[in-house]
């Protein structure tokens, strides 16, 4: 393997062995000062014994959203030895290798340990306080020539849910909109599409609940990859008699294990669940009282999928007809029924129509709100699930309020600070409403002048990034181009963030190092809407800060500290972090139900995990009887047990039964009702079929409870979303009621421009000539504040005639996100230590390719990456397969040069993402990076 490739080469590594440390109080009083004395390898001894003084600390993996269960030994202050958590409810005992190296990743020899600034081309070491004092300077001057709009806040889903509201909050105090997180290129599409169909965007069940499962059903993931310990709750439902089906372009290791696997176009998910659907209907195998009962919209549905024979499916998607029919059979016939998604159907332009449409086979076949059934969206980092409902996002508050006015003035209440005072800290009233730029568009308020009128008459001139690999978004190439041109950037990280190599620019760049999430406290979401509590492993090392000092300390140089804590604790400066925000979150966030979670529950359920069924996730005894672990959104008060699957009308509320919410109003714009049938209803429901949600007007006749003179008081123009006493909800509990109503879902989404799902083809679509058939969108203005193209590039030119292969990309097990940590820890980087690209064999002998050659590919962009070939029959003759995971270089030329010494990664690759595709979803600005077309030649 060349040095280019592999970072610093296998000579340079030196695999210290993390879980073994001796002279531990020598060690603890070495930390920050000389490494070498902190890590040497482990005795024989050492290995064995465990150590007399030790402490054990229950924590959380901070790598995917499954939430897996580590036990911290822990030595005077230092993590000497992991061990996986045999009794944790949801990982059972289980680790992947990644988190099994989770000590590695917090005491890696990478790690920065002071910040650093680049002057004059060079990095050089600098003080805290003069690092935040230059930054605190120019993010002033800025705001004062060009407006609070000039900043573009970026978060990442490494930060615990206190942090991230924090960080969401920050950006508030600071006056734009511009801040977003990873949400937004993974599962925005779900969080947009599922809430716009259900009431609310999240995985419905939770992982064990599969075991009730008849059939699951995979599409567009790849569990055993992404979520090694969510596949084995898959396959112990296999081993019960559950079939699996796997739907992917590339054959995946997940699709090993599948009774059944479809490869299908890419791009084509719509057309093929619309052909089920068509084959459902046309065979009498949907769940009639279902759709009467609670599914609004189904005949335009039925309209829609009249089209897609099974015939036209094939010749849409490259599905045989009579497999579309088999499999169609096989799920529709199972009940319950599963299905579960990944990236794989978000990252389109057409990704919010996937993730609506799949929500509506279920419902078509009665699958929703029953245990092993559900659509079990499988999310990406370990708390991007938590950044999303803590609204880092550029289109909403904290828990999807939104940017009304209505959203503001709940908020200004709970941050106790005036409208009129928070409002002038925008440039203009009408900007506090406005979207602001997303990860995915922020480049273009950079490069592209014809977007600043969309900012407030200003172009980006600054960049915060916390936590978060922004050298991996779709088009490197536009990133690389922004940063160069900005006037500051700033990383938060506890490594050094490869965008800050990729730049070349010569000053006012910094890294203020970040401590990990193990040397922090808070909670974190799982993918499964369970909130579970992370306790600090140690304290940070070297001079590493958690984020929300940094934030702090950033907020007091810019003069809105007090008013920024002013809801913590006393309100006077005393709290305590994280416990006085995570009851901040809990009064704010009342629309997904949080108002039931409170540190001292979490905790509890962290000291008791052993006390869940692992099928059930149901406390079984001693404190946290009766309650699901992680109380799973929605927790409607303190004596609310969680809700484990969403929808389900069959349960009580205080049991966690649920119906739809009434999101869109009780009628259509068309005048039909939107409320469930009338013998639709939650067992023990004083109210017989479906109402409208809870408000200060309803709330007597609905539960038939009335209200004191003074609760009416403390009510008067609240609903249950904004009512901070929780008396509303309280009150609708009381008579067995949800209090958000309960309504239908609806396959109509009236606000977007495909009212209904359809089939479109990718902007770079292999299939040239089903264009004409099935065009992309009209080009969008102002989308997320930037003017995207999709019609106009969708017609520029028949691209499949310089880029004649299909690009598929995805992840590595053994590596996770851009790779930054995990091409920093020791023995993952052995796993798994170079980029590579899978290529069919008689396509890879078409063009000369030998298996092991090196190979340039390229992109519609114009962008081009060095990579090495293997020859693979996961993919079919017209595509290729490209890991996500990489970074470090860059068209060819290594990075490592450019990162201060010490730093480096133990391996390095180019990103596949420097050739993606310039195309975004049409509602949420998702990156169509599971759709593209590249050309490929040897180097």
Request: proline share 4%; hydrophobic share 35%.
């Amino acid at each position: 393997m060349s040095e280019a490739l592999s970072g610093r080469g296998n000579d340079r590594r030196k695999f210290l062995k993390m879980s073994a440390l001796a002279g531990v109080a020598g060690v603890s009083q070495a930390v920050g000062s000389d490494q070498s004395k902190v890590l040497r390898p482990a005795t024989k001894q050492e290995l064995i014994e465990k150590y007399p003084v030790s402490k054990k600390v229950k924590t959380i993996c901070t790598y995917c959203s499954v939430g897996c269960g580590i036990i911290a030994e822990v030595v005077d202050g230092v993590w000497v030895r992991q061990e996986v958590a045999q009794d944790h409810p949801i990982s059972q005992g289980g680790h992947c290798c990644k988190g099994a190296d989770m000590i590695d990743k917090a005491r890696s020899e990478t790690r920065l340990r002071y910040p650093i600034e680049k002057v004059g081309g060079k990095w050089r070491k600098t003080s805290w306080d003069s690092a935040m004092d230059k930054i605190a300077k120019q993010l002033q001057d800025l705001t004062q020539k060009y407006g609070p709009d000039s900043v573009m806040f970026i978060g990442g889903s490494k930060c615990s849910i206190e942090q991230s509201y924090y960080f969401r909050k920050f950006a508030a105090f600071f006056g734009t909109n511009n801040l977003d997180t990873i949400a937004r290129i993974c599962h925005a599409p779900t969080v947009a599409g599922v809430s716009n169909t259900l009431g609310y965007g999240g995985m419905t069940n939770h992982l064990a609940d599969m075991m009730h499962s008849k059939a699951i059903f995979i599409i567009g993931g790849n569990p055993a990859v992404n979520h090694p310990v969510g596949m084995v709750h898959i396959l112990r439902a296999k081993e019960a008699g559950a079939k699996i089906i796997v739907v992917d372009p590339h054959f995946s290791r997940t699709a090993t294990k599948a009774d059944h696997y479809v490869r299908l176009r890419n791009g084509t998910d719509v057309a093929f669940m619309y052909g089920m659907i068509r084959h459902i209907v046309k065979n009498g195998l949907e769940d009639k009282e279902f759709i009467r009962q609670r599914l609004f919209g189904y005949e335009e549905i039925l309209k829609e999928c009249e089209q897609y024979t099974p015939e036209v499916v094939e010749e849409v998607t490259g599905v045989p007809a009579q497999q579309l029919i088999e499999i169609t059979e096989i799920f529709a016939k199972a009940k319950p029924a599963s299905l579960i998604w990944g990236m794989g159907l978000t990252q389109h332009t057409t990704g919010t129509s996937n993730t609506r449409l799949a929500p509506i086979l279920q419902m078509i076949l009665g699958n929703i709100g029953k245990r092993g059934g559900g659509t079990n969206v499988l999310r990406g980092h370990d708390n991007v699930q938590g950044a999303s409902d803590m609204g880092n996002l550029a289109d909403s508050l904290p828990g999807y309020y939104g940017l009304d006015k209505n959203a503001w003035n709940h908020f200004c209440g709970i941050w106790k600070v005036d409208f009129e005072a928070m409002q002038k800290r925008f440039k203009t009233p009408d900007m506090m409403h406005k979207k602001g730029f997303s990860v995915s568009t922020w480049r273009y308020g950079v490069t592209e002048e014809e977007n600043i009128p969309h900012n407030a008459g200003t172009k980006l001139r600054a960049l915060i990034v916390v936590g978060s690999g922004i050298s991996t978004i779709a088009r490197v190439d536009t990133t690389k181009d922004a940063l160069d041109k900005m006037d500051l950037v700033v990383f938060f990280d506890p490594y050094f963030n490869d965008a800050a190599a990729l730049t070349n620019r010569k000053d006012n760049l910094y890294i203020l190092p970040a401590a990990t999430q193990m040397e922090t406290s808070g909670s974190v979401a799982a993918t499964n809407r369970s909130y579970q509590w992370r306790s600090m492993v140690m304290k940070p090392l070297f001079e590493c800060r958690p984020d929300e000092e940094i934030l702090f300390d950033l907020a007091k140089r810019l003069g809105f500290y007090e008013e920024y804590t002013r809801s913590l604790g006393d309100g006077k400066g005393n709290f305590v972090w994280p416990d006085d925000a995570t009851r901040e979150v809990a009064k704010a966030i009342r629309t997904v139900g949080f108002q039931g979670r409170t540190p001292e529950r979490l905790k509890a359920h962290a000291e008791n995990w052993h006390m869940f069924d692992k099928f059930t996730l149901r406390g079984k005894g001693g404190p946290v009887k009766g309650e699901y672990y992680g109380l799973p959104w929605p927790c409607w008060s303190e004596k609310h047990p969680g809700t484990p699957n969403l929808w389900d009308d069959s349960i009580p509320v205080m049991d966690g039964g649920l119906g739809f919410r009434v999101r869109w109003g009780d009628v259509s714009p068309t005048g039909e009702s939107l409320l469930a049938s009338q013998d639709s209803s939650l067992p023990g429901s004083k109210f017989k079929g479906g109402h409208s949600m809870i408000t200060d007007k309803n709330v007597e006749a609905i539960t038939g409870i009335a209200l004191t003179e003074e609760e009416k008081a403390k009510v008067a123009g609240k609903t249950w979303a904004t009512d901070t006493t929780n008396i509303l909800v309280e009150k609708a509990l009381a008579a067995g009621l949800s209090p958000m109503g309960n309504g239908r879902a609806r396959a109509i989404v009236w606000e977007w421009t495909d009212q209904i799902p359809k089939h479109r083809e990718p902007i770079y679509t292999i299939r040239h000539d089903l264009i004409s058939q099935y065009p992309t969108f009209k080009d969008k203005p102002n989308h997320f504040r930037a003017n995207i193209r999709y019609e106009s590039r969708q017609k520029e030119k028949d691209w499949t005639k310089e880029f004649p292969l299909n690009m598929l990309s995805g992840r590595l097990v053994a590596q996770f996100g851009t790779g930054t940590e995990t091409r920093s820890a020791h023995y993952l980087a052995e796993v798994q230590p170079e980029m590579f690209v899978e290529i069919h064999p008689e396509t890879a002998t078409d063009l000369g390719v030998k298996h092991g050659d090196m190979v340039w590919v390229h992109g519609t962009n114009g962008a081009k990456i060095l990579v090495k070939a293997r020859h693979s029959y996961k993919v079919n003759k017209t595509s290729v397969f490209l890991p996500q995971n990489f970074g470090g270089m860059y068209q060819g030329e290594s990075l490592v040069p450019y990162h201060i010494a010490g730093t480096e990664p133990y391996v390095i690759g180019e990103s596949c993402n420097t050739i993606t595709s310039d195309a975004y979803d049409i509602n949420t600005s998702t990156p169509e990076t599971k759709c593209g077309l590249c050309r490929i030649e040897k180097a």
